[in-house]
């Protein structure tokens, strides 16, 4: 079973910027996993449906964000420490949310959907101020 626990959120001024990390237990992300493919941050406003911002495979390494972050957000997999990091500049009150990480199955193209994913962290919250 992968455990997730995210850390680094905070509270930050418009066009600073935040490093979140993800660190994970009991997957190999060298090698293959029946059951997880993809790493993924998601964020969640109040109100608001869970948004997919950045994806990574392991395997491979491609990566894909949302439109709302490309190229403000950038992730990157640490597989010695096991850890997958999300540097966020530029933040605006915009991305204020709370940040989870995620492992799944995701098919290319589909990252971004929450259903492919059951494994969660416990989230680790960002505020951004004007």
């Known amino acids: 079973q992968v455990r997730l626990v995210e850390s680094g959120g905070g509270s930050v001024q418009a066009g600073g910027s935040l490093r979140l990390a993800c660190r994970f237990s009991g997957y190999d992300p060298t090698g293959y996993d029946p059951n997880i493919n993809s790493l993924t941050w998601f964020r969640q406003a109040p109100g608001k449906e869970r948004e997919g911002v950045a994806n990574i495979y392991p395997i491979g390494g491609s990566k894909g964000y949302s439109y709302s972050v490309q190229g403000r957000f950038t992730i990157s997999l640490d597989n010695t420490a096991n850890t997958v990091w999300l540097q966020m500049n530029n933040l605006n009150t915009a991305d204020t949310a709370m940040y989870y990480c995620?492992?799944?199955?995701?098919?290319?193209?589909?990252?971004?959907?929450?259903?492919?994913?059951?494994?969660w962290g416990q989230g680790t919250q960002v505020t951004v101020s004007s």
């Open positions: 995620a492992a799944g199955w995701a098919d290319s193209g589909t990252w971004f959907l929450p259903t492919n994913y059951n494994s």
